[in-house]
């Protein structure tokens, strides 16, 4: 259990109170100083009353009103925190802070399994190596139509966008409840490719994913897991997450790609002569159709409010190739922990084998994401954007309802099997609150207990007396 500090109000006082003894002995001085002038008159003031006496004393602690109510703010958030600590056993762990300072940490040195909090660290260094500016670019590629017809192929060429969607895929019409947002519109691809008059291509569509490798699945994915939504194959030319109207996911992501985009331009009146292929496109063919993303600032709130698991696995390949290497998970992975460590972060039992947290064989400790967090802020880029507590499309649309905590607490949820995790921000006036409870082994039961401990105690911090009735003069 971390300690409670006490600000230096004694010392503060006394060292205020040079200032006042030295001006008095300046006073004297200048009196002893001075010379009467029998010619002068004395001055007179009419009229001229003297100051009301001061409400609160000039050296009262009451003079710096927003430390007293921080100092109170911690104390009750402190006190608050004991059940929540006394909760967590020794498979799980939990650190919060203050202002950047740890206040409370239960077994922040054991490994656990972290699930989806992953992503907050995989987010932190992808702003860092990439730039939150960065864009991803899909492009189609070939030889310009000639009345209309395009003779041979064209390349649908990957730049690791993974919201190129369709607008189906983007308003969620199969009814799932955390759909796509900040999407990159592949309709508009379509429609401009279409534009340069092309009527038809007597060869293919060919997909061109070679921007990263062809690991489809990173090893610790099990097989239930690909088998599912969240388990998706991870590619540099991905649209709908692979996802068809009829197939459901296709295992190849730049085939799959690919054939949605032969459906576009059908729909567009455009005959493509031989269907859909996937290989590398020529070098110093021209760009016919280009779209971009949004900028990383916006694809990461979209990985961290609905917990986009591909968006953290394109990410992380990105990273890697990014670091001057390839665009694999294991080159992205270094990276990611040699920048950790580069940044003060501990890594002791840090294992990371995806940028998502899917992954059981992913550990870390609670001291590491702490350090991510306090490194950071609730105002930058990670800190906005993690999912709003009852924030609708989220991952904690039904979680922190309570008035207080809705639309106030910023944070990033995992969940896999016996593993619950939950780390982010609170902030209430000039106070940041930042926790990590990381909880394996429990039931769902026990795990929400302990999140209605942690919302209990983060309220509780906002209980003490507001800035302004602490104020000088007031009450």
């Known amino acids: 259990m971390a300690h409670r500090a006490r600000r230096p109000v004694v ?5 205020a109170l040079f200032p006042a003894l030295a001006l008095g002995g300046l006073a004297v001085f200048a009196g002893s100083q001075a010379t009467p002038d029998a010619n002068i008159a004395p001055a007179t003031t009419v009229g001229q009353a003297l100051p009301a006496p001061m409400a609160t004393p000039l050296l009262s602690v009451r003079r710096a009103p927003a430390a007293l109510a921080s100092d109170r703010q911690l104390d009750l958030l402190l006190d608050s925190l004991v059940p929540l600590a006394d909760s967590v056993d020794g498979q799980s762990c939990l650190s919060v802070s203050f202002n950047d300072r740890t206040l409370v940490s239960r077994n922040d040195q054991v490994v656990v399994i972290p699930a989806s909090n992953v992503k907050v660290i995989t987010a932190a260094v992808a702003l860092e190596v990439l730039g939150p500016g960065t864009t991803f670019s899909t492009t189609v590629v070939g030889p310009a139509p000639v009345g209309g017809v395009i003779e041979g192929d064209v390349h649908l060429v990957g730049g690791g966008d993974p919201v190129l969607s369709e607008q189906w895929y983007a308003q969620a019409a ?8 900040h999407v990159t519109d592949v309709n508009a691809l379509a429609d401009q490719f279409v534009a340069t008059g092309v009527r038809q291509i007597t060869g293919r569509v060919v997909g061109d994913g070679s921007r990263y490798d062809d690991e489809r699945y990173p090893p610790g994915w099990s097989n239930d ?7 998706t194959p ?5 649209i709908n997450d692979s996802t068809t109207r009829s197939a459901g ?27 859909s292929a996937v290989g590398v496109a020529p070098t110093g063919l021209p760009v016919l159709a280009s779209v971009t993303s949004a900028a990383l600032t916006d694809i990461v709130n979209e990985m961290l409010a609905t917990s986009d698991n591909l968006t953290a696995e394109m990410l992380v390949k990105e990273i890697g190739r990014a670091a001057g290497t390839q665009g694999t998970r294991t080159a992205g992975l270094l990276a990611i922990t040699q920048l ?10 840090l294992v990371l084998t995806d940028g998502s947290g899917l992954s059981r ?54 969940t896999l099997r016996e593993v619950k995790s939950l780390s982010g921000y609170f902030v209430a006036g000039t106070t940041e609150v930042s926790f990590v409870l990381v909880l394996n082994g429990g039931s769902a039961a026990s795990f929400q207990t302990q999140w209605d401990l942690l919302a209990a105690s983060l309220l509780a ?4 007396p507001a800035v302004a009735l602490l104020a000088p003069g007031v009450g």
């Open 461 to 464: 911090s906002t209980s003490g």
């Open 340 to 349: 950790l460590a580069a940044w003060g972060v501990p890594t002791a039992g």
């Open 174 to 181: 199969d009814g799932r409840k955390r759909p796509p947002f």
């Open 249 to 275: 996911h296709a295992d190849d992501p730049a085939k799959s790609a690919a054939t949605t985009f032969v459906s576009l331009l059908a729909d567009r009146g455009v005959t493509v002569g031989e269907g």
């Open 11 to 15: 010392v503060l006082s006394v060292v």
């Open 361 to 414: 064989d992913n550990q870390f400790t609670c001291a590491t994401l702490s350090a991510v967090l306090q490194r950071g802020a609730a105002t930058d880029a990670v800190g906005v954007g993690m999912a709003r507590a009852a924030q609708a499309g989220s991952t904690l649309a039904d979680s922190f309802q309570q008035a207080g905590l809705a639309g106030v607490l910023q944070g990033k949820t995992g």
């Open 234 to 238: 991870v590619g540099a030319l991905v």
């Open 225 to 231: 897991i690909r088998a599912t939504a969240d388990g």
